[in-house]
């Protein structure tokens, strides 16, 4: 716990969106039908992934990455948000507030940076293909998912460490559907000049910075593209990849506007929503645009159920 003037901070009122009695239940239903897609969606991914060895490649173990990042951070922002909606609780332990910052920050981080490091591995793939299996084999893969994940776990640390360690004012709301770093932020009556210069350069390195890697490599791959000369095939690649880039702007444009915007700028009402945007549509989105799609994860997914289904007919209990 955190000692402030007389005041022992143990726990915070989540607002959420009660300030907006006409709309709370219509997003509330909205991040259910989001947060059940979710899961539906990258559990789906991860399942053919693991049964179906021709799913064994670098982008599908990226893919797979991605699905638990999501799986993870959707649970840790919305599970509380809709639990609470239910039950009519707003309120959550200071330990609680604690981890769930925590863990949105060290997914959320760990996120941007494997964006990143599978938009080159697709600019890999398409413009280098002989070299492909020699660049990204399965040491440097790993090698790239480890370094992401603990990339985002130790800025997590710091920038969490960092904020909890300043004295709060004794006003416990948090104006937002989670503990967002922000958000708490806004409670602290000491100087926080240091805490928004040490979050500055950990935005910077991981937003603009991915988000430029990103944009530098479907460059290539754009480039690559144009020299194919079917107009069928440069159409679906084209579409493809507008996808991808539609899906990359939706995750990184609101998380910019978010933690890169001017101090001055008071926007927490906007927030709350922009977050819902990276928190829980582009999770969502993500292995639609990503890989339900894909002709080999449809042929992946038929073939399990075809199995599934093979075993349940002919299995000795089923007689």
Known sequence: MIKTNLTVISYFIVLGFTQYPKVEITVFVLCLLMYLITLLGNM???????????LHTPMYFFLSNLSILDIWYTSSALTPMLTNFVS??????FSGCAAQMYF???????ECVLLSMMAYDRYVAICSPLRYPI????????????GSW?????????????????????NSVINHFACEILAVLKLVCADTSK????MLVISILLLPMPMLLICISYAFILSNILRISSADGRGKAFSTCAAHLTVVILFYGTALSMYLKPSAVDSQEIDKF????????????????????NKEVKAAVKKVLIRQLLCALFSPNSK
Do not use: H, W
Not at 44 to 54: A, E, G, K, P, Y
Not at 104 to 110: I, K, M, Q
Not at 135 to 146: E, S
Not at 276 to 284: E, H, I, Q, R, S
């Open 44 to 54: 789906i991914l991860i399942s053919i992934t693991i049964l179906d060895s021709r």
């Open 150 to 170: 603990v990339t985002g776990c130790l800025t997590a640390f710091v920038e969490t460490m960092s904020v909890l360690q300043l004295p709060l004012c004794g």
């Open 274 to 293: 922009m977050a819902l945007v990276y928190g829980a549509l582009t999770p969502m989105l993500n292995p639609i645009i990503y890989s339900l799609r």
């Open 104 to 110: 949105s920050l060290a997914v959320g981080s760990t």
């Open 88 to 93: 009519g609780k707003d309120t959550i332990s």
């Open 195 to 198: 805490v928004q210069l040490i």
């Open 135 to 146: 660049i990204m084999n399965k040491r440097i893969c790993v090698q790239i998912a480890a």
